[in-house]
């Protein structure tokens, strides 16, 4: 995994991957290293499109977009899902991020976002929900395994932005992204 300090292979930043970038795009290519000259890139890795934790940690960002830009940062996720999948992610749940497309984990291994990880007692691989500032090319704060809750928070006092992310989701909203429990029949 990157560390503070590192610089970002120029191949992660300069090449360009699938995405989707603002309401009503069905996607488009970008490089990160070409997102938001002189400032500094908010990357946040996470496991699956529409999963309870990843919808939440996905709204805290749209919930806090201008805070943090305001900070001097500009937000991107990225996940192994499609181009198509973040579509509807993001109109599921009126994300207002940009999402990279990353299937072939070039991004997740670059950053080291990918790896041996426990998930319900046993050892696998996948996505490590992570975070990256990266400011003129260089890691500047990492956080190597995210927890949702307080994180934007963290971001925010990172960027000098106060630490005061906007307020939570409506809860309403976040539900939608549990999968529903199968009734019980009472016999």
């Known amino acids: 995994m990157l560390k503070e300090g590192d610089k970002v292979p120029g191949p992660l930043l300069k090449s360009k991957f699938d995405a989707m ?30 999963t309870p934790g ?20 500009f937000v991107v996720g990225v996940s192994r899902d499609s181009v198509k999948s973040h579509c509807s992610f993001r109109d599921k749940f009126s ?10 984990r070039v991004l997740h291994e670059g950053f080291g976002a990918w790896g041996e990880k426990v998930m319900y ?3 696998v691989l996948g ?22 809750d307080g994180h ?21 909203t976040a539900a939608k992204a549990k999968p529903k429990a199968k009734a019980k029949s009472r016999k």
């Open 21 to 50: 970038t603002a309401a009503g795009d069905a996607g488009t290519k970008i490089a990160l290293g070409d997102l938001a000259p002189g400032k500094t890139l908010v990357v946040f890795f996470y496991p699956k499109d529409s």
């Open 95 to 104: 994300l207002d991020v940009p999402l990279v497309s990353d299937p072939d």
């Open 127 to 148: 996505a490590i929900r992570s975070t990256f500032l990266v400011r003129d090319g260089k890691v500047v704060k990492v956080w190597p395994s995210v927890k949702v």
């Open 152 to 172: 934007v928070d963290q971001v925010l006092e990172a960027l000098g932005g106060g630490g005061k992310a906007a307020p939570k989701p409506n809860a309403k």
């Open 54 to 73: 990843c919808t939440r940690e996905a709204q805290g960002f749209t919930a806090s977009r201008r805070a943090i830009e305001k900070a001097g940062g």
């Open 121 to 123: 007692g046993k050892k």
